[in-house]
């Protein structure tokens, strides 16, 4: 029987482990120190404030340590890739790009996200322990499947791709040069964008009806435009940066 050398379960199976081998002690110091921050904020809440905790609290405390810590996370998961001395050794690991690829995405991902989910839970149950006992304060049980929490999740699978590509392109202080290019490009089409409003803006306004093209112009924007660009950023950022990642692996595996 020949072996599948673009894909094997097993293969995927046994880098998923040493991804986590490699990663776990640095996962759970991580961890700890934002469970520790969380857990103390929580509890000066609970004791000195005069408001319900509810799902703005928990979510207004924690999501901005996700992102960020997310992002930082997925900027070294290929680490071993840019070391000097460990890059040879990573690169002749019997694997495919794709195996490695997925493997890497998989835990800068979505077992980074089911453990951010843990992490809430953890959250939510102790402020509800604390408050049922030492307080009088009430603290909403949060649910994790709403449209608003999965949206927040969907997002950051979205902008992890773009730092997962940087992750691979750049070879040191990847975090910082991702923020700096993604900048750039940020400020380009700002300009772009800019520009292209003016001459649009100048075209309407010349016409002796100026008021009703504007609104034509707003209601072009909000009926076609918009749904465009949000279904660009739902359904294409991520599988665009995720395939310029695999061939940029590809090239450095070669």
Same mark, same amino acid.
């Given at each position: 029987m020949e072996t599948n050398s673009f894909f094997d379960i097993n293969r995927l199976k046994y880098l998923l482990l040493r991804q986590l081998s490699v990663n776990y002690k640095t996962m759970l110091i991580a961890t700890g120190v934002v469970v520790g921050f969380l857990v103390l904020v929580g509890? #000066?809440? +609970?004791?000195?404030?005069?408001?319900?905790?509810?799902?703005?609290n928990i979510f207004g405390m924690f999501m901005p340590i996700f992102l960020?810590?997310?992002?930082?996370?997925?900027?070294?998961?290929?680490?071993?890739?840019?070391?000097?001395?460990?890059?040879? #050794?990573? +690169?002749?690991?019997?694997?495919?790009?794709?195996?490695?690829l997925l493997s890497a995405w998989f835990v800068s991902s979505i077992f980074y996200m089911i453990l951010g989910g843990i992490i809430i839970y953890f959250l939510n149950f102790y402020y509800m322990l604390i408050a049922a006992i030492f307080t009088s304060q009430n603290v909403e049980f949060i649910n994790l499947f709403s449209l608003d929490v999965l949206q927040m999740f969907g997002s950051y699978l979205v902008f992890h791709s773009i730092f997962f590509l940087g992750a691979i392109y750049f070879r040191r202080v990847n975090f910082l040069k991702t923020l700096l290019a993604g900048f750039v490009v940020f400020i380009v089409l700002s300009i772009y964008s800019g520009i292209l409003a003016k001459i649009l803006f100048n075209q309407f306004s010349v016409q002796s009806n100026m008021m009703n093209r504007a609104v034509d112009l707003k209601f072009t924007f909000d009926q076609q435009i918009a749904p465009i660009a949000k279904y660009l950023f739902w359904c294409g950022v991520a599988p665009f940066f995720i395939t310029v990642s695999y061939f940029r692996l590809k090239e450095r595996q070669v």
């Open positions: 509890t #000066l809440q +609970l004791f000195l404030g005069n408001n319900t905790i509810d799902y703005g960020i810590g997310g992002f930082i996370f997925t900027s070294m998961i290929f680490s071993e890739l840019n070391s000097p001395h460990q890059g040879y #050794l990573y +690169l002749t690991i019997p694997a495919s790009a794709f195996e490695k």
